[in-house]
């Protein structure tokens, strides 16, 4: 069974005070990592999908990381419209048809 | 959310009461999913579905029945609800390809 483990569960920055989260995975056969961020009140949205080891993507101040175990997301000098739930996911096996998603980091950044 | 509509977006009901949520896409996506999303839990598949008149069950389906009689909608019914079914439930839509899902704006159920 695919399992997500994300840490913290919350985190408090100042603004520009860099940081990042963490997403641990157990799976049989990783055929993607994703990351949403949901705002309140709202449904997750899409933000990236890594497939393998070493790989890197970066979307204004975010970067997001895959090793064989773990996924980071690095948030660097936030801002506090990046306050928001980060969610991770992973796929497995064939396809990504079916997700299994973490609990979510609740970041908070304060002016 | 543009391409998933959600209805209704708020909803009160009484304990026993039959209810239907719908979900409508217009994305033409294959995949189309209902999650719950609860404090401490995350998001928890209900069902899901691959193809029209195709469903499956997730991890937390008792209780809940769907149906997909045509490619864009998905419907979820809690046949006699109960107060453990106050939620937020998700639509969301998938190729099972490089984007993962789409989500809807969410319906907030409240049992009383």
């Known amino acids: 069974e695919d399992q997500v483990t994300q840490s913290p569960e919350a985190l408090r920055l100042q603004e520009g005070e860099s940081s990042s989260l963490n997403c641990s995975y157990t799976v049989s056969g990783l055929r993607g990592l994703f990351w949403y961020r949901q705002d309140p009140g709202k449904g997750p949205e899409f933000l990236f999908t890594?497939?393998?080891a070493g790989e890197e993507k970066e979307k204004e101040r975010l970067k997001a990381t895959l090793t064989k175990k773990e996924s980071f997301l690095h948030i660097t000098a936030p801002k506090p419209e990046d306050s928001a739930t980060y969610l991770c996911?992973?796929?497995?096996?064939?396809?990504?048809?079916?997700?299994?998603f973490g609990k979510g980091t609740l970041l908070t950044v304060n002016p | 959310d543009a391409g998933i509509t959600q209805s209704p977006r708020h909803k009160v009901t009484e304990t026993g009461t039959p209810v239907t949520l719908r979900c409508h896409q217009t994305?033409?996506?294959?995949?189309m999913y209902w999650y719950r999303q609860d404090p401490g839990h995350g998001l928890r598949l209900i069902h899901y579905?691959?193809?029209?008149?195709?469903?499956d069950k997730g991890e937390v389906s008792d209780g809940y029945s769907v149906s997909r009689s045509k490619t864009e909608d998905f419907l979820l019914t809690l046949e006699s609800a109960t107060s453990s079914q106050t939620s937020v439930y998700f639509c969301?839509?998938?190729?099972?390809?490089?984007?993962?899902?789409?989500f809807g704006s969410g319906t907030r159920l409240t049992v009383v």
């Open positions: 994305e033409n996506h294959r995949y």
């Open positions: 890594l497939y393998s």
């Open positions: 996911a992973v796929g497995s096996g064939g396809s990504n048809y079916k997700l299994t």
């Open positions: 579905s691959y193809g029209v008149k195709d469903t």
């Open positions: 969301a839509t998938g190729t099972g390809g490089d984007y993962g899902y789409t």
